[in-house]
């Protein structure tokens, strides 16, 4: 796991820019430590800062070339089935000079070209630069594990970075904050790709790859992989829950098995859900001893750590349980924009920052349950989504009504406030954002003193796509989270916060086959009543563990921030969100946003999602001022 940069200029790249390289990586030394690395050509100055996983010799540094040096390649992350492509590649000729899992990405691109990004079954985020063809090839792994920012300059040139703050020291100034990400930050919670918070910087999409080539400098962009083509024939795979469970044991423990390769101590995140304690027990039969983490609150509410010890006990790992309190809080909280880059409002990257932290003092490398939700149809809202199929036909009808009912001054407050979102309503995507986004549409209204632009949110094009492709109902959900809210939020928070301590995590549950089976699945095979998800999950785990240590309504993994803007942190919001600094900067109505706090310190309403958000947009304006 590592931080990549780099600069492209067909023309020639300027005098200075290696220094530029040298300093963007070294705003990425928190992701590798161990090594850094540079390659200065004609045309690309490309570099690179290593942890080191696989292969820790010197050999195995990056940048990566091929046997005369003609291709230079600067990549983060893992590739789990190396091996194979290495057997592959050597049996067609290609010498290899180190035991690194990257270098088959080297010669993969002299054998196939762009090709070979299909080929890879891992998380990454790679360039390769090809003098001899003059050519540039910037990918990203199918769901967006590991981050890559671009930007395009004027003429011939292209700058790129794993982290937001080392790209910014790759160009002359830093851009003006972008309105449409601004907006899409208060809908979401984080900025989603394409789009960053800077204009003119985006974030290369997941499943995607982008060449940049000299004889037309232009830059082409290619999905080569959709969750949404991907999803398999129902008919060809298994249809009950039951037979899901008994395949899944099988592609679990395969995908499992790639995700211990390792040349550095491993350990597991264990949170004691079902996804954690299920991806625990398959890789505490094939690693016994296996180091176990977890993290516990003040609150019950919050606490699950007492769940993650009996399991932890059963599956007799070593476990260690790390409090987040306020005192971390109150350290860790004005830590997150400098380690999020922009914008980032999903307050468990505070447990996880303190997690990822205290792990690495014991292992380098950790298997977390991640992507179980998403796959599996486990997070709550999905029982909404699920009641959209039958509402749907009456939504659209009273979205025609909608501007009657508005007018009318005899109906009570909360129902207009109800009618006015719901005139919002065209489909699912923005059925999804009246009841998913941070700021619901009406409370944005509130917010910025007028009406909410649906037209500049960038919603994911799966969201429109789910009904015309034909997908099952009940699975628009899950798809809609594979495009937005998996990639632009829970890969991120991971990604920052366990490269911040120079963690390399890895997620079993999104391996390239796994995946691409589990897409296959009908919504029979994973969601019964109201209330019964993750069905293939749940048997699976079972075989495991003793179903009374598990078995409960599900938590979630977040933190107490409801208490802690009460208490550690309530200078800290009062501060930041003082009326004057507030009308200084003349995005908010401010008493709107007074009234917010009001509310939720008098324990009338809990609006704790709202001035988190606001907080963390503040905190990080704070830092780049």
């Known amino acids: 796991m590592c931080g990549i940069a780099g600069i492209i200029d067909l023309a020639g790249v300027r ?42 010799s010197p050999a195995a540094n990056q940048p990566l070339p091929n046997e005369d040096g003609s291709v230079q390649a600067t990549i983060n992350g893992e590739v789990y089935n190396f091996r194979e492509l290495r057997s592959e590649l050597e049996g067609k000729g290609h010498v290899f000079r180190s035991n690194s899992d990257s270098e088959v990405v080297v010669h993969g691109w002299e054998e196939w070209g762009e090709d070979v990004v299909e080929r890879l079954h891992g998380m990454f985020a790679l360039a390769v ?44 100034e830093r851009p003006s904050v972008s309105a449409v990400a601004r907006d899409a930050y208060f809908t979401f919670g984080y900025v989603p790709d394409p789009y960053s918070i800077y204009e003119g910087v985006r974030k290369l999409s997941p499943g995607r ?19 949404l083509e991907a999803t398999g024939n129902a008919t060809t795979g298994p249809t009950t829950a039951a037979e899901a469970a008994e395949q899944l044991d099988e592609h679990l423990n395969r995908a499992v098995a790639s995700h211990l390769v390792s040349d550095v101590p491993l350990g597991c995140f264990l949170s004691g859900g079902i996804d954690s304690s299920l991806i625990t027990a398959v890789a505490a039969r094939q690693r016994p001893g296996l180091q176990t983490f977890t993290v516990s609150f003040d ?14 006990q059963f599956l007799r790992t070593s476990h260690t349980t790390v409090h987040c ?33 205290e792990a690495k003092k014991n292992f380098t490398v950790a298997l977390s349950g991640d992507a179980g939700d998403e796959l599996f149809w486990g ?13 749907h036909p009456a939504l659209r009808l009273f979205r025609r009504t909608a501007g009657r009912v508005l007018s009318l ?76 809210y998996l990639p632009g939020d829970i890969l991120v928070k991971v990604d920052r916060a366990s490269m911040q301590s120079a963690l390399e995590v890895r997620v079993p549950l999104l391996e390239a086959g796994l995946v691409d089976w589990a897409l296959g699945l009908p919504a029979a095979a994973l969601v019964g009543r109201p209330g019964d998800r993750k069905k293939p999950l749940r048997l699976l785990l079972g075989k495991y563990v003793p179903t009374e240590l598990w078995e409960r309504p599900k ?63 503040e905190s990080w304006r704070d830092g780049t001022e």
């Open 379 to 391: 997070y709550n809202r999905y029982e909404h989504y699920r009641r959209f199929a039958l509402m």
């Open 409 to 484: 001054p005899s109906a009570p407050r909360w129902f207009r406030e109800k009618a006015r979102g719901l005139s919002y309503y065209r489909g699912f995507a923005e059925f999804a954002l009246l009841f998913g986004g941070i700021f619901h549409l009406i409370k944005f209204e509130q917010l910025r003193g007028g009406a909410f632009d649906l037209d500049r949110t960038p919603l994911p094009a799966a969201a429109q796509r789910c009904r015309r492709d034909g997908i099952d109902p009940l699975l628009w959900g899950p798809r809609l989270d594979l495009y937005s």
């Open 209 to 227: 790859l982008l060449l940049f080539r000299a004889e037309s400098a232009t830059l082409a962009e290619t999905l080569y992989w959709d969750p």
């Open 555 to 617: 938590q979630g993994f977040g933190a107490p921030v409801g208490e802690w803007l009460r208490g550690p942190l309530n200078e800290m919001l009062h501060d930041l969100l003082a009326p004057e600094r507030l009308q200084r900067e003349g995005l908010f109505q401010v008493e709107f946003v007074q009234r917010l706090i009001r509310d939720h310190e008098q324990r009338r309403k809990a609006n704790e999602y709202y001035l988190w958000t606001l907080l963390m947009w």
């Open 15 to 56: 005098p200075g820019a290696r220094l530029r390289v040298e300093r963007a990586v070294s705003r990425l030394r928190h992701r590798g430590p161990d090594a850094v690395g540079f390659f200065a050509g004609p045309a690309a100055v490309l570099g690179h800062a290593r942890l080191s996983i696989i292969d820790l």
């Open 299 to 312: 609150f019950a509410a919050y606490d699950e750590s007492r769940h993650a010890e009996r399991i932890a």
């Open 325 to 357: 309190g306020a005192r971390e809080a109150l350290e860790i909280v004005p830590r997150i924009p400098g380690v999020y880059g922009e914008p980032y409002a999903d307050s468990s990257a505070v447990p996880t920052l303190l997690l990822c932290r």
């Open 129 to 172: 630069w090809d003098a001899g063809r003059r050519a540039l090839l910037l990918a990203r792994d199918r769901l967006g594990q590991k981050p890559l920012y671009y930007t395009r300059a004027p003429g011939a040139r292209l700058a790129f970075a794993s982290e937001l703050p080392a790209l910014l020291e790759l160009l002359d």
